[in-house]
């Protein structure tokens, strides 16, 4: 039986993709930083006896990371890992403590980079494997109010496009898997380092990046889609890179070819909300 390895399985994407994962053929080794959360998973696996294993995997310590990869290791070599772990955040640059932005990409990237680092030997010897990068919409389309996050989802895009060159002679398959907005708790786990001030001058932005994700909200994309997507990735004979998730991901995508950057930039001008929305409209093909 296959082996794949899941970070952040505690709820939403990772605990979706581990059960899914499971029912389709691999033993699942569900990474999550604090065990105490564990319960979902737990019970969904043992109702259906999947065979799903709950590990302590916290990717920004070096040390959880290589002492959970080397037991691991020690039930056979990794086939897929996927890396889902992460934190969100809304916040203007100015008002970005220093160190909530380094934290964001020690999730984000450094953790990803960790993880990978520990499959990837044995994947290029074997001369196959599968790396799932669970990035973001954000991460194709640079996000004013979400600076910190939008930048480490565009460097982990960075990471997937380069990693997947260089370890394709070697048989080792890296894709990008890039949710739009996704049903699941981590909005209200990034709420510390979201602010909202309707004195701010940049309430306007703020206000805006809040319309964006209700639109997503709306249509409910649920957390098994991006599941879906994962397994297709790591399957299909026709391989690409970058698979997007929900219609605000796929209009992301569309507009990150088709739109200028500087077009998207004049929209951060003194534009009402009549002229704001159809320029989002005609752009992402999202109605706000």
């Known amino acids: 039986m296959k082996i794949a390895v899941i970070t952040g399985t505690s709820t939403g994407i990772g605990l979706t993709t581990s059960l899914h994962l499971a ?9 999550m930083r604090n065990l105490t959360k564990s319960d979902a998973l737990r019970t969904a696996a043992a109702e259906e006896s999947l065979p799903i294993e709950i590990v302590q995997l916290d990717i920004c310590d ?16 990794v086939d897929v890992l996927v890396n889902n ?7 203007p640059l100015e008002l970005t403590p220093e160190d909530e932005h380094k934290q964001m990409f020690e999730t984000n990237y450094f953790g990803a980079v960790r993880c990978i680092q520990a499959v990837l030997p044995s994947m ?23 600076i910190a996050y939008s930048a480490s989802k565009w460097a982990l895009e960075c990471l997937g496009e380069a990693l997947a060159h260089e370890t394709y002679r070697f048989g080792v398959r890296v894709v990008n898997v890039e949710p739009g907005v996704i049903m699941t708790n981590i909005f209200e786990n ?16 703020m206000r ?15 957390p098994q889609l991006v599941a879906e997507a994962i397994s297709e990735a790591i399957s299909t004979e026709d391989y690409k890179l970058r698979w997007p998730v929900g219609p ?10 088709k739109v200028p950057s500087e077009d998207w930039i004049r929209m951060g001008a003194d534009l009402s909300d009549t002229e704001y929305n159809a320029k989002f409209s005609e752009y992402f093909g999202i109605e706000l």
């Open 248 to 257: 605000d991901a796929e209009g992301f995508m569309a507009a990150r070819f």
């Open 208 to 222: 805006r990046n809040g319309k964006v994700f209700a639109a997503g909200f709306k249509r409910a994309v649920s």
């Open 85 to 91: 772990a992460g934190i969100g955040g809304a916040s």
């Open 23 to 31: 029912r389709n053929g691999y033993r699942v080794f569900a990474g």
């Open 124 to 146: 290029r010897e074997r001369q196959t494997g599968c790396i799932v990068n669970i990035t973001s919409a954000v991460g194709l389309q640079a996000t004013p109010n979400q």
């Open 62 to 77: 070096a040390g959880s990371v290589a002492a959970a990869f080397a037991a691991i290791h020690e039930q056979g070599p």
């Open 190 to 205: 990034s709420a510390e380092q979201t602010r909202y001030e309707k004195t701010s001058p940049y309430q306007p932005i």
